[in-house]
């Protein structure tokens, strides 16, 4: 069974800094492109970054870029997204993603509250 469990969210202020994580099994890891996505309530998914298997390719919105960093590690069976200079519009439930065959897999979500 494909699992995706994230976590790290939280409240922070306008200007700071959090790390999520999201740890992965069920399948093949390391043999699997991972993405972040956030959704607002009442708006539709946004995707903010993509990481190739190897770790050696990444992709970011233009929103989040310099800003955001993925990572991931396959020794760990965990992605991350490194998430700096944080803004009130980057408020949202935060999730990742793993295409696996055919199907396209999704965590429960944490929640970022950016807010003075």
């Known amino acids: 069974e494909v699992q995706l469990v994230e976590s790290g969210g939280g409240m922070v202020q306008p200007g700071g800094s959090l790390r999520l994580s999201c740890a992965a099994s069920?399948?093949?890891?390391?043999?699997?492109?991972m993405s972040w996505v956030r959704q607002v309530p009442g708006k539709g998914p946004e995707w903010l970054s993509s990481?190739?298997?190897?770790?050696?390719?990444?992709a970011y919105a233009d929103s989040v870029k310099g800003r955001f960093t993925i990572s991931r590690d396959n020794a760990k069976n965990t992605l991350y997204l490194e998430m700096n200079t944080l803004k009130p519009e980057d408020t949202a439930l935060y999730y990742c993603?793993?295409?696996?065959?055919?199907?396209?897999?999704w965590g429960q979500g944490t929640q970022v509250t950016v807010s003075s």
């Open positions: 069920g399948f093949m890891f390391s043999r699997t492109d």
């Open positions: 990481i190739n298997n190897g770790g050696d390719y990444t």
């Open positions: 993603h793993a295409g696996v065959g055919a199907q396209g897999f």
